[in-house]
Nanobody, 121 residues
Framework: QVQLVESGGDLVQPGASLRLSCTVS????????MGWYRQAPGAPRNQREW??????????MFKPSVEGRFTISRDTAKNTVSLQMNSLKPEDTAVYFC????????????WGQGTQVTVSS
């Protein structure tokens, strides 16, 4: 059974940096493209937005609004995928989730609990 555990969220001021981590268990991590997603305050689950992907090849993709500020990495030995977030803005405030990429579909799709990032002065 797949388990995703996100961590690293915090309350920070604009311009600060955070590093999020996601530990993956119960699946063959090395064969999965992985993504980070976020759910803004008040947004429904089905409006979680994709923000970054790292493929098994190591290639990466980013949502334009975070490109240049965020980087994504993976450690296959530790089954973790990380999101380094720099120059944070108030509009980055959200609950952040990791999952496979493309995202799993369906109302019963598994997601972890996410980690809260709040950017506020």
């Amino acid at each position: 059974q797949v388990q995703l555990v996100e961590s690293g969220g915090d309350l920070v001021q604009p311009g600060a940096s955070l590093r999020l981590s996601c530990t993956v268990s119960g699946r063959d991590f090395s064969s999965a493209d992985m993504g980070w997603y976020r759910q803004a305050p008040g947004a429904p689950r089905n409006q979680r937005e994709w923000i970054a992907t790292i493929r098994t090849t190591g290639s990466t993709m980013f949502k334009p609004s975070v490109e240049g500020r965020f980087t994504i990495s993976r450690d296959t030995a530790k089954n973790t995928v990380s999101l380094q977030m720099n120059s944070l803005k108030p509009e980055d405030t959200a609950v952040y989730f990791c999952n496979s990429y493309p995202r799993p579909m369906g109302s019963n799709a598994y997601w972890g609990q996410g980690t809260q990032v709040t950017v506020s002065s």
